[in-house]
């Protein structure tokens, strides 16, 4: 069956949402590549402001490939419901809409073709998105908790799991079959937890969040890089150019390879409030630099 709207309040409840940070409050159309917004350099910046990082709580952002849609979730302070969110480029002109209810912490496959949505998943169909699917038993577990799930083109799974002490799995594919999740590393699964994971899609390296006592503040942003031997290198922070005394989390790098995108909340607003959290990008050759040289 498709997808089915909870009630007619919260159709309209997302109706009201999706025009909250634009017509009503008079911001232009969107045209051009990436939202139309001016690409950062090393200094991450809010992607989208008004549009995409608004007033609400905005989280976990993926692009298509072909970088025409840009998903992301978002939360409304008003009733504190969580939804799934695009912006679309048709006509050159981005198109803002409400997918649905958020399910997961949604991150699109390499080839766009799967929408992942932590254990579950939507396929795309002629008509749009097909209704949601379990990834069946192997993953869709009582006793796990997938927050985020991130595939690489060869099929290789990496997740997260909040019920059984916040670690990272990876469930690889040999010889056209899944293979069962086992635990990354020690060094990877260290500090208080671990979430959110990405994995590049050569599988050259994850990128995740973590709170540690080393770190810089509540939550930072790790990296490893994929050693010759198949295994994975040390936990690496993304350094003081990305953490802050906040809170950094989902990570995530755009189809071109071009550009880093986070979120982040701050401990403070300017004004003195408690923010939401903002999702922000900057220039991915933060990466090339963190590689350890062979």
Known sequence: ??????????????????????????????????????????TPKKFAPGYVSTRHRDFSG??????????????DVDTQQWWLMRF???????????????????????????????NKYRER????WSEVKSLGP????????????????DGTYIFDDYKSNDVLRI?????????APRLLADHINSGKWTAHPFIAPDESYIIWDSEKEQ?????????????????????INLGDSINTDGTEA????SPDGKYLFFNRKPVRDTDGTQPEGDIYWVDAKIIETLKPKQ
């Open 138 to 153: 192997m993953f869709d577990r009582e006793d796990w908790g997938i927050m985020r799930l991130s595939a690489a083109v």
């Open 215 to 235: 770190g810089f503040g509540d939550t930072d942003l790790y990296i490893s890089f994929r050693q010759p031997d198949g295994a994975w290198g040390s936990a």
């Open 1 to 42: 069956m498709k997808y089915v709207w909870l009630s007619v309040a919260l159709l309209l409840s997302a109706s009201a949402l999706a025009v909250d940070n634009n017509a009503q409050q008079g911001l232009p159309l969107l045209a051009g590549p990436y939202l139309g917004q001016v690409p950062p350099g090393l």
């Open 125 to 128: 169909t002629a008509d749009g």
């Open 62 to 75: 993926s692009f298509t490939p072909d970088l025409t849609e840009f998903y992301f979730s978002r939360r």
């Open 250 to 253: 989902s990570g995530y790098v």
């Open 171 to 179: 469930s690889e594919v040999k010889n056209g079959q899944r293979q």
């Open 88 to 118: 679309k480029l048709e006509n050159n002109q981005w198109q803002e809409s409400v997918i649905g209810p958020r399910i997961g912490r949604p991150i699109l496959s390499p080839d766009g073709n799967t929408l992942h949505l932590g």
